[in-house]
């Protein structure tokens, strides 16, 4: 059974940090492309953050220079570091496995406010 979870969503106030978790387990996690996704309340989930099976790295335009994406191929584990987070990046956080087949979390909120 294909399981990701995600943890480390919560409530930040603008310009602060959080660093979110996935861990991954019943997929060959080294052969697989992960992600990040956000869907904010009444927009569509957009793409965050990606790293491929061999470690390429990709960021939406909004996120560079801010976020940063990793992978921990021991513990089956994705990160997303989130610096300097603004309001609009409040959004419920999605961990992504993608080779044939796709699979999601079930989600993680992040809400930025003063």
């Known amino acids: 059974q294909v399981q990701l979870v995600e943890s480390g969503g919560g409530l930040v106030e603008p310009g602060g940090s959080l660093r979110l978790s996935c861990a991954a387990s019943?997929?060959?996690?080294?052969?697989?492309?992960m992600a990040w996704y956000r869907q904010a309340p009444g927009k569509q989930r957009e793409l965050v953050a990606s790293?491929?099976?061999?470690?390429?790295?990709d960021y939406t335009e909004s996120v560079k220079g801010r976020f940063a994406i990793s992978r921990d191929y021991g513990k089956a584990m994705v990160y997303l570091q989130m610096n300097s987070l603004k309001p609009e990046d409040t959004a419920v956080y999605y961990c992504n496995a993608k080779r044939a087949s796709i699979y999601w979390g079930q989600g993680t909120q992040v809400t930025v406010s003063s």
């Open positions: 019943g997929i060959r996690f080294s052969m697989y492309d």
């Open positions: 790293i491929s099976s061999g470690g390429r790295i």
